[in-house]
């Protein structure tokens, strides 16, 4: 079935802000990951609250395009006597941001066993709604779980922007280096610790550096767990004083020259 595409104003349509680019590219949490017979994936709830965050209050919304019941039928419960009513719900929702311009549709099948026909309706219905806009969410990135459809990959911004900044730390940079090994601490708050501008590519250059190298992926490499990323440097911007930070024995130290304790 097709569905009528939303209009929007061409008023509200902005890029991305650096601070909404931050927050979408920084990498996914643990504690936000759940388990579910051997599935990872993101509650409902987290999406939303994500969404919220990233576009503000009011951001985005949702749309309902369409229902089907898939199954209905009573069925003898596990354990004890009587029957269940056991039903299946196919929900078809959409996601629309107004800031982007942009929507996408999916769909999901949710289904639930109760005792009340009415509970095992509104809970197969829910579980579907929940997941068709779980799966909608996955094309803003890893806040909203698409890496987890890559084994747990959190890279895949850098797969899809195809860019990259390799900044290499100076010597009075160790307070940064710290909060950017922070996996905890929100991606904002990491890039409100120094000052940041772009250069070719328009990936985040820090201020302050001994070297910034600026630059496109060219190829890509899985090995193992890891990610092997080849880039041609585009442009590369090198301070002339300083000394560069060096991470040694679990603390912070310098080359050419003593960093204060």
Request: with cysteine; glycine share 10%; net charge neutral.
């Amino acid at each position: 079935m097709t569905h009528t595409p939303p209009i929007f104003d061409p008023q509200r349509i902005k890029p991305l802000t650096n601070a909404q680019l931050w927050q979408l590219m920084q990498a996914l949490p643990d504690h936000r990951v759940k388990e579910l017979k051997g599935l990872s994936y993101v509650e409902a709830w987290d999406v939303k609250a994500t969404l919220t965050r990233v576009f503000g209050f009011g951001g985005f919304s949702t749309e309902i395009l369409s229902e089907q019941i898939m199954f209905e039928e009573q069925v003898p419960r596990s354990s004890g006597s009587g029957t269940n009513w056991s039903i299946g719900y196919k929900v078809s929702l959409r996601l629309i941001i107004p800031q982007l311009g942009a929507y996408w549709d999916e769909a999901a099948v949710g289904s639930n066993s109760q005792g009340s026909r009415a509970e095992a309706t509104d809970n197969a219905v829910k579980g579907a709604t929940s997941d068709a806009l779980k799966r909608c969410a996955t094309m803003l990135g890893t806040q909203f779980g698409l890496s987890l459809y890559d084994k747990g990959n959190q890279n895949e911004i850098i797969r899809t922007n195809q860019v990259l900044c390799v900044n290499t730390l100076s010597i009075g940079q160790g307070d940064i280096a710290a909060l950017f090994s922070t996996k905890e601490l929100p991606i904002a708050e990491r890039f409100a610790a120094g000052r940041w501008s772009t250069l070719v590519t328009g990936s985040p250059v820090l201020e302050g550096a001994i070297a910034s190298f600026d630059g496109r992926v060219v190829e890509r490499l899985e090995r193992g767990t890891h990610s092997v990323i080849f880039c041609e440097v585009q442009q590369v911007r090198v301070r002339s004083d300083g000394h560069p930070l060096l991470y040694l024995d679990r603390r912070y130290r310098g080359i050419g020259a003593p960093l204060a304790e």
